[in-house]
């Protein structure tokens, strides 16, 4: 089975900007034939999709991220990203990636997650 790993995290003041990386960790997977999403879930509260990327390029953003977000992928390097930028501090949460346009609810496909949080 496909392990997703996320890193990038971190603290950063409001304004500012992080890069989060997945790398998809088995060998020989054809990571670029999946749909990938990032999804966070914020102290409290449930897991939302914010960023969805298909096999073809196309881009997928919720409303809160659209224009300061970026998702993007390397298929040679079987690794998914994730561009903030002016980020708030509404943005603290954990950010997983999970395989999937819509990915699964029981998280299934998901990665362990990396923290973000924004402070000042």
């Known amino acids: 089975e496909v392990q997703y790993v996320e890193s990038g995290g971190g603290m950063v003041q409001p304004g500012g900007s992080l890069k989060l990386s997945c790398t998809a960790s088995l060998s020989g997977f054809t990571f670029g034939g999946d749909d990938m999403s990032w999804v966070r879930q914020a102290p409290g509260k449930g897991p939302v999709r914010i960023a969805s990327i298909g096999g073809t390029g196309n881009t997928w953003y919720a409303a809160v991220v659209k224009g300061r977000f970026t998702i993007s992928r390397d298929n040679a390097k079987s690794t998914l990203y994730l561009q903030m930028n002016d980020l708030k501090v509404d943005d603290t949460a954990q950010y997983y990636c999970?395989?999937?346009?819509?990915?699964?609810?029981?998280?299934?496909?998901w990665g362990q997650g990396t923290q973000v949080t924004v402070s000042s």
């Open positions: 999970a395989r999937g346009w819509l990915p699964s609810a029981t998280r299934s496909g």
